[in-house]
């Protein structure tokens, strides 16, 4: 298992500019899930391994992608409502907060701001991969998430 913080404020500055737009088209809140799902099949482009699954003697890297979401069922279970057998990673969230960081100001020199920081926590059958590409490939959807001009998404 391996597992990266990340920050959220750019996710944020689009989430609260749309919020009310989004609500209206289409009647439920924009939360940071389809923001993270993005940037997780975005990455996964970069590292194919994490879109494949285990056959008899040897790992079958997928062309589609496919991720199922988990839904907690009040704490009695998971459910998925589409997953393929046997996939070979799960990636958790943890709910974002706001928490101070460490920021570079204009000047060059350090300050702290108050950011939306999230957790994100990889784990996986290490017969597909490796912990360095697990570690890789959480950092890819990190930076994606940081950097990304996600206004330019909706």
Do not use: C
Not at 3 to 12: H, I, L, Q, R
Not at 13 to 31: C, D, I
Not at 93 to 106: F, N
Request: no cysteine; glycine share 6%.
């Amino acid at each position: 298992m391996v597992a990266v913080e990340v920050d959220y404020s750019a996710v944020e500055k689009v989430r609260l500019a749309e919020r009310a737009r989004f609500r209206e088209a289409e009647g439920f809140s924009l939360t940071y899930l389809p923001f993270v799902t993005r940037a997780t099949v975005d990455a996964m482009e970069q590292f194919p391994h994490v879109n494949s699954s285990v056959g008899d003697d040897a790992l079958i890297v997928h062309h589609d992608v496919n991720i199922g979401i988990a839904v907690d069922l009040d704490f009695e279970g998971l459910l998925v409502p589409v997953i393929n057998q046997p996939q070979v990673a799960i990636l958790s969230t943890d709910g974002v907060r706001k928490k101070p960081v460490a920021v570079e100001l204009p000047d060059g020199s350090d300050g702290i701001a108050v950011h939306p920081v999230g957790n994100l926590v990889l784990s996986w059958d290490h017969r597909a991969f490796d912990g360095a590409y697990a570690a890789a490939f959480l950092k890819a959807i990190k930076d994606i998430i940081e950097t990304r001009d996600w206004a330019s998404e909706l």
